[in-house]
């Protein structure tokens, strides 16, 4: 059956590959590759550290990508094994041990799994995970880029810097400003968690560091003992980063470098969520469409969804309202035009595109500098209904949620999930991949059978004889994001397919998708409201 599929998404696609207009978001396109090259090495950076995920004892044959659309060529067909190579490819999972936090309150989090497939080339997802060392709590974030990854990239080694140094007290900012004046070494302020393919831009640090300085001297002016709380935190470091994003390309930067990847950062975007975690107390940020949810199990062993963010899309009648408040009546038919901000993006809220925030005066006194916007990647277009900038925001909406001892696990994702998988079901996986591997007994809720008992049971016998169990719940919901058929069961013939898409059709048929599931010690909290 993969031939069939393999053949038909070939056919189907090879005639409008350099014409597509994009996917779900701006900037999307495909172009044909017809290099000599025909296939590629996957290949990821190995981490460094410590992961409770078993290790196979064996070596797997190495699994290819496919990168060419020429028919002759496309007919790689992917063992059972390489599926699993390329699945788990970028897999992390950490336990987090002994963690307490600087007011002593113990950490709720028992440990995370964290996975992501690409579709993009190279993806534009990014994913970060870091402690806060002079304040308290554990940080995870999504960040999903459109038109490029430099904007995710960016905001995902940047953000959780800015939260950080929001939530500190005029105490340890004293001490940052001093150590800077005085040329000392600064105390740490994050410990991050590393991820597979994680990389630092290390040649403008000190850049990023000059900005992140201006701000805490601000926060110094502001002579609060105590620092923001972590919701006015979270508000503030997501707008004053996003600003930061706009003003380092308007104003003079000497190095060549520097200058083109501030262009690559301002011109593309990313939405985020990010989750701040401090003992009970659990605050979830979102700009964009990528989303969270906890997994709650009842006294009764009942699973249920709690959602934590709301998509800010078209579909979301709050954000219609607010675009149409904050511009012209004369635009209310024209914000929004087939389900895109402007026709042309479809979150309403997000990171960088500042082509859709600037003036269109600004725009061409920027990009007159003497870029080459051709080789940097930079789209340059203005919509047609191009009036009352700006049309878009990083401002995130902050939810609380007091940690209770029936809360098990958080789910962070970017939108290439939740296209496919809609939060039940999600939930149901994660619950299902700790119920196999012996964590849990869950008494799961009865399912109607969406198709005939036997062929679904056929499905599932032949699903679980062509892969071990997953040991990550990531790679489990990543697996069934791409591989369920039209009624939700895995059909191994399309997810091996799937995985076989060159790279310049790949991005037709998904999306990037990164996942992080957290999960929390039970125990803990349990402890913490019993001891008042």
């Not at 004053?240 to 190095?255: G, M, T």
């Not at 098990?408 to 939740?418: E, N, Q, T, V, Y």
Request: glycine share 6%; hydrophobic share 40%.
């Amino acid at each position: 059956m993969s031939s069939t599929v393999s053949y038909w998404i070939l056919n189907s696609a090879r005639n409008s590959v350099a014409t597509l207009q994009g996917g779900r978001r701006l900037y999307s396109r495909c172009t044909s590759s017809r290099n000599k090259s025909k296939w590629r090495l996957l290949s990821w950076a190995p981490t460094t550290l410590k992961t409770d995920a078993s290790c196979a004892g064996f070596a797997l044959p190495k699994a290819y990508r496919h990168t060419s659309t020429e028919e002759d060529d496309f007919h790689l067909q992917l063992s059972p094994e390489q599926v699993n190579e390329v699945l788990r490819a970028g897999e992390s999972a950490h336990k987090i041990l002994d963690f307490v936090s600087v007011s002593g309150v113990p950490n709720s989090v028992l440990r995370f799994e964290s996975n992501q497939l690409a579709a993009n080339s190279p993806v534009e997802d990014r994913r970060g995970v870091a402690s806060c060392l002079q304040t308290n709590g554990l940080m995870f974030g999504i960040f999903d880029g459109h038109g490029g990854h430099a904007c995710a990239q960016a905001v995902s080694e940047r953000l959780f810097y800015y939260v950080a140094v929001s939530l500190m007290s005029q105490q340890t900012l004293e001490r940052m400003e001093g150590a800077m004046e005085s040329m000392k070494p600064m105390p740490p302020i994050l410990q991050w968690l590393k991820h597979p393919g994680d990389s630092i831009y290390k040649d403008i640090t000190s850049v990023h560091l000059d900005h992140l300085r201006v701000y805490w001297q601000e926060l110094l002016d502001l002579h609060m003992e105590m620092g923001l709380n972590i919701k006015e935190a979270l508000m503030y470091s997501f707008q004053r980063l996003d600003s930061d994003i706009s003003l380092e390309i308007q104003a003079p930067l000497e190095d060549e470098m520097t200058r083109n990847l501030s262009l690559q950062v301002a011109f593309s975007g990313a939405t985020a969520c990010v989750a701040h975690v401090d003992g009970v107390h659990l605050h979830v940020a979102n700009a964009g469409d990528c989303r969270a949810i906890l997994g709650v199990q009842e006294d009764s062993g009942m699973w249920s969804c709690l959602p934590l963010t709301q998509d800010h899309n078209a579909r979301n009648q709050a954000e219609l309202s607010r675009l149409k408040r904050e511009h012209p009546e004369s635009e209310d038919r024209t914000i929004i035009m087939e389900d895109r901000l402007l026709g042309v993006l479809m979150p309403c809220r997000a990171f960088g595109d500042v082509q859709l925030k600037w003036s269109k005066e600004l725009q061409r006194s920027v990009l007159e500098r003497g870029f080459d916007t051709e080789a940097l990647n930079i789209y340059q277009f203005t919509p047609t209904h191009y009036y009352t900038p700006p049309y878009l925001t990083a401002e995130p909406e902050v939810t609380y949620h007091r940690l209770r001892p029936q809360d098990k696990f958080l789910i962070l994702a970017s939108d290439g999930l939740w296209d496919v998988l809609d939060n039940e079901d999600v939930v149901r996986l994660v619950v299902e991949h700790l119920t196999e591997a012996g964590r849990h007994k869950p008494d799961l809720a009865p399912r109607p059978a969406k198709l005939g008992l036997m062929q679904r049971l056929l499905l599932q016998r032949k699903a679980q004889g062509l892969h071990a169990a997953d040991q990550n719940a990531a790679t489990r919901l990543i697996r069934h994001a791409i591989g369920n058929n039209e009624y939700g069961e895995m059909e191994p013939e399309r997810l091996a397919a799937m995985l076989t898409l060159p790279e310049d059709l790949a991005r037709m048929y998904r999306d990037d998708i990164t996942v992080t599931v957290v999960y929390f010690n039970s125990d803990s909290i349990d402890e913490y409201y019993k001891g008042g």
